[in-house]
């Protein structure tokens, strides 16, 4: 198995090296896994029906290729069992591991009308926003370079709408990052040969420096639990090459000025904001006479077309949003960052006013062009700003710790060998 990108792949315990083994190597790995030797760093068994394994150069750590999938999560590395467990620095963490399980189990299942379970839970897929979304998904292309040799499509999911698999049509490989194996199984269904795909946590991503050339994040940074994020962003401008640029669609949560003056709710405008919504009720009406469903909330209701109700499985993706106060002090002053729009109204707003029929979708065409007439305003004061990354040419940019030390797999995997293609 040789797929042409190990060499831009890195351990993500360590940040060493990452090569595949060969074939008497990975025959010697799966001996020490028989005979109860070797673990997972998080302590687990080894389990897993190996195809292929990527290995550092002291054999300190070996990552299981599963279905063409390259397993890179740091617990899942494969050590000498006698050795510790997962340094705290690199475990998921609780948050990480209920998005992954959410994904796993709910997220990526397919509904009866054959959507993902995902959009039908966080999306307006009634046919009068369907146009409006369609242009927002649209827009982020502006953002990243239209081609080159690496795509980084953090948190890719399944690529479930068809404007996403227009995104690395100039490029030679989509590098699908994602902590959902199940969401990885659904991208290599549609993009084949021309994706990668790799099972990861996007705050200890194993992509070595500047070697994408433009990255896409959609919906993924406020799900990282608070205290991560910087760091997060930080790895994202950390694999871009000089000049590349990349573009994250993250969300204000509650403190978008435009949904708290729209959307009812307590505090001090309260009386303003009804005001304001019953204009707005009178001018368009109701199109979801239950009112707005939030994200936590929304699992386990109807679903947007009302046609398929969805399990609760009582798992949750943690919601984390920062405010823009936390961008400009914890990004700008490190990043070659800004803030535009991508959406500037949000799932409930669409489904609580944005009425069936011919008004509704030319208020938000009207909509549409004035986010893309102001769209520093619209980024700044509405519910999903996109916020655009450049790394300038020679920029020294920001670097990560990295933690752990290799734990040398014993006589499983001999330290002679050599390390290459399997055949």
Known sequence: MKTGVEDILRCPVSAADLALLARADLQLLKAGIQSGRLRH??????????????????????????????????????????????????????????????????????????????????????????????????????????????????????????????????YERRLCADVSFAALEGAKQKLGECGVYIQCDIQHLPIKDRVVDGFVSLHTLYHVPAQGQRRAFLELLRVLKDEGRGVVVYSWGSRSLLMRLLMPGPGRLRGARQVMCELVRRLMGRANAAGPQSRAGALGGATA?????????????????????????????????????????????????????????????????????????????????????????????????TVGDGRRLRSEVSQTSAVGDQR
């Open 41 to 170: 760093l998080n302590g687990a068994p080894v389990r897993l029906d190996l195809e292929a394994a990527l290995a550092t150069p002291d054999r300190g750590f070996v990552y299981p290729v599963v279905n063409g999938i390259f397993v890179l999560l740091p617990g899942m590395a494969i050590v000498d069992g006698s050795g510790p467990v997962i340094p705290a620095e690199t475990d998921i963490g609780a948050s990480t591991e209920a998005v992954m399980r959410f994904y796993d189990e709910v997220g990526w299942k397919k509904t009866d009308d054959n959507t993902y379970a995902d959009a039908q839970i966080f999306e307006d897929l009634r046919p009068v926003s369907q146009e409006y979304i369609h242009m927002c998904h649209m827009r982020l292309r502006q953002h990243f370079p239209k081609r080159g040799t690496y795509l980084l499509d953090v948190a890719s999911g399944p690529i479930q709408y068809p404007e996403y698999l227009t995104y690395s049509e100039g």
């Open 305 to 401: 077309r009302g046609a398929v109700a969805l399990p609760d499985t009582g798992i949750r993706p943690g919601f984390y949003a920062h405010d823009y106060a936390w961008y400009r002090r914890e990004l700008a002053p490190v990043c070659n960052t800004e803030i535009s729009c991508w959406r500037s109204v949000s799932v409930p707003f669409l489904k609580r006013y944005i009425r069936p029929g011919s008004f509704g979708r030319r208020f938000l065409r009207a909509l549409f062009w004035l986010e893309s007439s102001y769209p520093r305003f619209f980024g700044r004061y509405g519910q999903y700003p996109a916020m655009t990354f450049k790394r300038p040419t020679g920029s020294r940019g920001p670097g990560q710790p």
